[in-house]
């Protein structure tokens, strides 16, 4: 789970970690009034949506006085913001972020990541701060400094110090920078993060640290334990299928191709969207409707698979273990009844119960194709949904 900027400052701020003072508009007048209370001088006005390369697409705005705040503000509420993460649609901006300005000396990068090659949490800093992550480890990957953390230490202070010296940060600060860096460590395991990225990390001429900028997500799985963080969830920043997905504890993932999946198990999905695309077909999505999947929810999966308007084809594949190929055989004409099925069906069942299922479907009077095998079934789906199996 992904949340916005000045949330993510809120939960830094529980951690010692220093922000710049800001305040959230979601109107023109409250924005006025947030530039108003952080002195009247110069501040920024923020874009608030789940993306990066905000700056570049028109989504941050340096205004000289609470009057300008308000008219960036006026702009900004409402605009379709498109940058490299949103895609051409972009994202609708419901609120801004209107922070007090500060004296800059350099930016600089911080962030906390799990290695998952090694299992260790990660601290990784660099000098390019203000540019992405991803950038500066394409063309210059020897300014990416990183710590690897021994989860039974905890992030240690000659590790913060390496850090800091690394990016030459100034003696007189090297005890700030520690404090930051310590402050992040903790916000970050306590809070069961994915990812803590600041950028910019920014050095003033005072000598303090700020986190100018900052992203921070979380492990879904974790999410129970902090109902505080669960709240910041914003669904309309969210797949409104993912998001529906999420109701019937489904697991569930847009992607931009015609051919929709259902399948149970994260392997079988990945193979079957894999076997799609050897066959010159494209995904829809990843749908792993689970193990002990009711016929309420494949009725739920298969609902949200015909809501998407790209989608040519269907294939249902399904190896039958725990989950009965008739549970999957009665949701499927469920939905059917409830949907107007207007796209080529293709199923492959396997496993428990599998020739009750068949009957199923075969007695339903829908028009669907069986699949022998997954090859069989991808080719079928492929050609029906318009493509050049091979």
């Known amino acids: 789970m992904n949340i916005h900027e000045y949330q993510a400052k809120e939960v830094l701020r529980r951690y010692k970690v220093n922000v710049p003072r800001g305040k959230v508009a979601v109107t023109a007048a409250e924005a006025e009034a947030a530039a108003r209370e952080l002195g009247g001088k110069v501040c920024v006005v923020k874009a608030q949506v789940h993306a990066g390369g905000r700056g570049k697409g028109g989504g941050i705005k340096l205004a000289k006085s609470p009057a300008e705040a308000r008219e960036i503000a006026d702009k900004m509420i409402g605009m379709k913001l498109v940058t490299h993460q949103t895609g051409p649609e972009g994202k609708e901006v419901h609120r801004v972020l209107v922070e007090e300005g500060c004296d800059i000396a350099r930016e600089l990068y911080l962030g906390m990541v799990l290695d998952r090659a090694i299992g260790r949490l990660t601290m990784m800093a660099s000098t390019e701060g203000g540019v992405e992550i991803e950038e500066v480890a394409a063309r210059t990957p020897e300014k990416i400094l990183k710590e690897v953390i021994d989860p039974a230490v905890g992030l240690q202070g000659y590790q913060a110090r390496k850090l ?31 990812l803590a990225e600041i950028n910019p990390l920014v050095l003033t001429r005072q000598g303090d640290l700020l986190a100018l900028d900052c992203k921070m997500g979380f492990d879904d799985n974790a999410l129970y334990r902090h109902a505080d963080i ?15 997905a999420a109701r019937f504890d489904l697991s569930y993932i847009g992607l931009d191709g ?13 193979a079957t969207m894999d076997i799609i695309k050897f066959y010159g077909g494209s995904p829809a999505n990843f749908l792993d409707v689970g193990g002990g999947a009711t016929t309420e929810k494949v009725t739920a999966a298969f609902k949200i698979l ?85």
């Open 164 to 194: 800091a010296f690394a990016l030459g940060i100034p003696k007189e600060s090297i005890g700030k920078a520690v404090a930051f860096m310590t402050g992040l460590y903790k916000a970050f395991v306590e809070s069961d993060c994915s």
């Open 230 to 244: 669960r709240e910041m969830r914003d669904f309309a920043e969210e797949d409104p299928r993912e998001v529906e």
């Open 258 to 270: 015609d051919i929709a999946c259902m399948v149970n198990g994260a392997g079988l999905a990945m």
């Open 306 to 390: 015909l809501a998407d308007r790209n989608v040519k084809a269907i294939l249902v594949n399904i190896f039958g273990g725990i989950m009965r190929c008739d549970v999957v055989a009665s949701g499927i004409v469920e939905a059917a009844k409830q949907v107007k099925l207007s796209v080529p069906l293709v199923v492959r069942l396997e496993g428990t119960n599998v020739d009750l299922g068949r009957k199923i479907l075969s007695e339903s009077g829908l028009d669907i194709t069986p699949g022998e095998n997954m090859a069989d079934a991808a080719e079928r789906v492929v050609r029906l949904a318009g493509g050049a199996a091979r």
